[in-house]
């Protein structure tokens, strides 16, 4: 069974510019999460989507947005880089169950590495 | 406020040793659940194991096992015998409910380096 996978792995941009990373979840999970990893912020969650909709964002501002597809896969785009999004974006994605809730069982890819300059 | 606490930023052991990651958390769900992950220079997050708060019996897997106690509010890891594959940050975690999914809450990690 395939991981996830992000795409591009490195990327280089400057202040200013925007940036869209890829993510395709296992075959089958429904749920996509992003997170950020920095040295100074650690992990923190940006965002959540299930059935095409975010259901849940973090503490970022609205420079930071995303969407799901019908077949899962998701997409994130940072707007106007800033130095400080220099990071490593995870992408996550989970099984649903019954009800709808993820299983908070997070299933990572290698992450996207962003370099603003 | 949902906080996972790592204190221990970074351990160096020798190949064999035994060790102990600290994992300490506080929430105010009174369902929740804990997890480890595994993060190799590689960058993925790799799970090693998630534990609900319902269940406090320790886990143990081959040379890993988790001392989970609500009393003190701590899940902490253990891996015997430890191997340099076993080189990596390690990260504890919490959920938090938000609008019907589990988002989660990391501690800052810890830096395991075993050597030869």
């Known amino acids: 069974k395939a991981g996830v996978t992000q795409t591009p792995r490195y990327l280089i941009k400057t202040r200013g510019q925007q940036v869209t990373l890829s993510c395709s979840p296992i075959s089958g999970h429904r749920s996509v999460s992003w997170y950020q990893q920095t040295p100074g912020q650690g992990l923190q969650f940006l965002f959540e989507?299930?059935?095409?909709?975010?259901?849940n964002k973090g503490n970022f501002p609205g420079r930071f947005s995303g969407r799901q597809f019908s077949n899962s896969r998701s997409e994130m785009n940072v707007s106007t880089l800033e130095l400080g999004d220099s990071a490593l974006y995870l992408c996550?994605?989970?099984?649903?169950?019954?009800?709808?809730?993820?299983?908070?069982?997070?299933?990572f890819g290698e992450g996207s590495r962003l370099t603003v300059l | 406020a949902q906080k996972v606490t790592q204190a221990q930023t970074e351990i160096s052991v020798v190949e064999k040793e035994d060790v102990t990651l600290d994992c300490v958390y506080e929430?105010?769900?009174?369902?929740?659940?804990l997890f480890w992950y595994k993060q190799p220079p590689s960058g993925e997050l790799v799970f090693l194991i998630r534990r609900n708060s319902f269940d406090e019996q320790n886990e143990i897997s081959g040379r890993y096992s988790w001392n989970f106690q609500k009393s003190t509010s701590s899940f902490n890891f253990t891996i015997t015998a430890s191997q340099v594959v076993d080189s990596a940050v390690y990260f504890c975690a919490l959920s938090e409910v938000m609008d019907s999914s589990y988002k989660l809450i990391f501690g800052s990690g810890t830096r395991l380096l075993v050597r030869p």
């Open positions: 929430t105010r769900d009174t369902t929740y659940y």
């Open positions: 989507y299930f059935s095409e909709t975010q259901r």
């Open positions: 996550a994605s989970s099984r649903i169950l019954a009800g709808g809730m993820n299983t908070g069982e997070l299933f």
